[in-house]
């Protein structure tokens, strides 16, 4: 069976993340995006952690059901994002990982090695280790040999494997000998797989996607689609271990213009620019002369040794899309979380559909028979790659638009002082 699969996102006890993001709920808006096998998040959290426990029971195969619930179809792997700060190299480096585990004993096992090295597991659900990465490997394959860690947003500026102003230039150089056991990094949402193309240090190792859902309605807005028996850890384990690209099918990704760290700029003077401008302007703000943040794009470009548009052999496909909300919206001209849009989405969620469904795989002339033409034209573009993108700079959004007026607005419009 195909298996859709976000295994980075927060529960309510990370930091700015929303009370909503409870077990029950995750369950339910996993039926309704079509997820069928979603990370707990946050499992080293103590309140959290009895939570898993309380609300799951096994399900065989590494994963967990909602307990007493057979009907509910969503899967959970224990999952959770570390964030570790230290000195390599003279440098601070800032690296968040997603770890997963195949039991909540190698989870116990796990936070008893991360409590012995004093570390505060209950501050936040996504703790900050003072562990290097290498050594956290090692605790990690320590906890269980089937555990795995996976950089995470490998590209973001300030916490990421190749931050630009956090992390390395190739990846042994922040795993060291454990960089054997690094079979995968998330690509984030400001990238996609063809910037990721571009180096060959990737080639060896998947490229992953998942939503780093804050909230209920950002669950799935990046995943990984595998073929599978059933949704399994022991399945997924495998995959990413024997690097079996006959059953990893695609990944499902942002346009990556819309992540918040594309493009260089500064965000509190409303300027962006191409990484090209950025080396124009020696990396200074025009407006006020403060160095730019340097984005994924600009890195991605510093660190690739192959032009873009080169396709690897054995490089796993995607499809980009537009949250579903965001295109309805803007297909009858109202705001992304109004009533109206809500109202819609209720309706093409009848007769079983699922978000993904309705975004990927629905037959057009179906969707036709209950929503206007104007969604239908919007799902059409957004299907066909046809969106006009402002990219997103030093931490704000991007805005994507898929029809007409607001596009050519977009389009017009050039980074500020231009
Ligand atoms: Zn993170
Ligand atoms: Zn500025």
């Excluded at 080293?44 to 994963?63: D, Q, Y």
């Excluded at 090692?138 to 995470?152: F, Y």
């Excluded at 695609?250 to 509190?268: L, M, N, V």
């Excluded at 002339?365 to 034209?377: G, P, Q």
């Amino acid at each position: 069976m195909r298996v859709i699969t976000d295994i980075h996102l927060h529960s309510k006890y990370s930091r700015a993340c929303s009370q909503d993001l409870t077990i029950r709920n995750l369950a339910t808006a996993c039926t309704r995006k079509g997820i069928q096998l979603v990370g707990t998040s946050d499992f080293t959290h103590p309140a959290w952690r009895k939570e898993i426990e309380t609300e799951l029971e096994e399900a065989g195969g590494g994963v967990y059901k909602l307990r007493g619930d057979d009907a509910s179809p969503t899967r959970f792997l224990l999952s959770t994002e570390l964030s570790s700060i230290y000195k390599r190299g003279g440098k601070t480096r800032r690296v968040h990982h997603l770890v997963l585990l195949p039991s909540l004993a190698a989870v116990d096992r796990l936070i008893a090695q991360l409590d012995a090295r004093g570390c505060n597991l209950k501050a936040d659900g996504r703790p900050i280790l003072g562990i290097d990465s290498e050594e956290l490997v090692k605790m990690v394959l320590e906890a269980d040999p089937n555990g795995l860690l996976i950089p995470a947003h490998a590209w973001t500026p300030w916490f990421a494997v190749f931050g630009s102003m956090s992390g390395f230039d190739v990846l042994s150089e922040c795993f060291g000998e454990m960089t054997k056991h690094i079979h995968a990094i998330e690509t984030g949402l400001s990238s996609n797989p063809p910037m990721n193309w571009r180096l060959s240090q990737l080639d060896s190792i998947f490229l992953v996607s998942n939503s780093d859902a804050h909230s209920l309605d950002k669950l799935g807005r990046e995943a990984n689609v595998f073929e599978m028996s059933t949704p399994s850890y022991a399945e997924l384990h495998h995959i990413l271990v024997t690097h079996d690209t006959s059953r990893f099918l695609e990944t499902i990704e942002f346009f990556p213009e819309e992540g918040k760290y594309h493009a260089d700029g500064h965000r509190a003077c409303q300027f962006w620019c191409e990484p090209e401008e950025t080396k124009r302007r020696g990396g200074a703000c025009p407006v006020c002369g403060k160095p730019l943040t340097i984005g994924v794009l600009h890195r991605v470009e510093a660190l690739a040794d192959r032009p873009s548009g080169v396709r690897p052999s054995g490089a796993v496909p995607y499809r980009s899309i537009v949250p579903l909300p965001e295109l309805i919206g803007e297909a009858i001209g109202v705001g992304p979380a109004s009533k109206k849009v809500r109202a819609i989405v209720e309706t093409l969620l009848q007769d079983g559909r699922s978000e993904f469904g309705v975004l990927l795989d629905e037959p057009l002339t179906e969707l036709a028979r209950v929503v206007s033409e104007d969604i239908v034209l919007a799902i059409r573009r957004m299907r066909e790659g046809a969106v006009t993108v402002r990219p997103g700079y030093d931490g704000e959004y991007g805005v994507v638009s898929v029809i007409g007026d607001k596009a050519a607005r977009l389009k017009a419009a050039q980074p500020a002082l231009l």
